[in-house]
Nanobody
Framework: QVQLVESGGGLVQAGGSLRLSCAAS????????IGWFRQVPGKEREGVSC????????YYADSVKGRFTISRDNAKNTVYLQMDSLNPEDTAVYYC???????????????????WGQGTLVTVSS
């Protein structure tokens, strides 16, 4: 069974950093674009960042641009989201997802993604 597993979430003070990881099992991430999304209870899931299969294309939501960095290590079958200068508005459950249809591009549309992880909670205290 195809599986994505997020890790690295936790509680951090405002201004701090976290690095999220998205590891794949039973399939190879090389041929997928990977996206990071986040969701706050009562709100829609929003695209945060994404990266194409070759890392040639990346996207960042305006709210995280300059603070978050997405990267991938295909040899480790893992994608990372480095989050710096965190603020309380970044508090959410973060999900990674894999898009097999558009591997060479990078889209932040939820409907384009085929596989999802279970999410990891990030809490930023003020």
């Amino acid at each position: 069974q195809v599986q994505l597993v997020e890790s690295g979430g936790g509680l951090v003070q405002a201004g701090g950093s976290l690095r999220l990881s998205c590891a794949a099992s039973r399939f190879t991430l090389d041929y997928y674009a990977i996206g990071w999304f986040r969701q706050v209870p009562g709100k829609e899931r929003e695209g945060v960042s994404c990266i194409s299969s070759s890392s040639g294309t990346t996207y960042y939501a305006d709210s995280v641009k300059g603070r978050f960095t997405i990267s991938r290590d295909n040899a480790k079958n893992t994608v990372y989201l480095q989050m710096d200068s965190l603020n309380p508005e970044d508090t959410a459950v973060y999900y990674c997802a894999a898009d097999r249809t558009h591997p060479h591009k990078c889209y932040h549309y939820i409907g384009f993604y085929d596989y999802w992880g279970q999410g990891t909670l990030v809490t930023v205290s003020s």
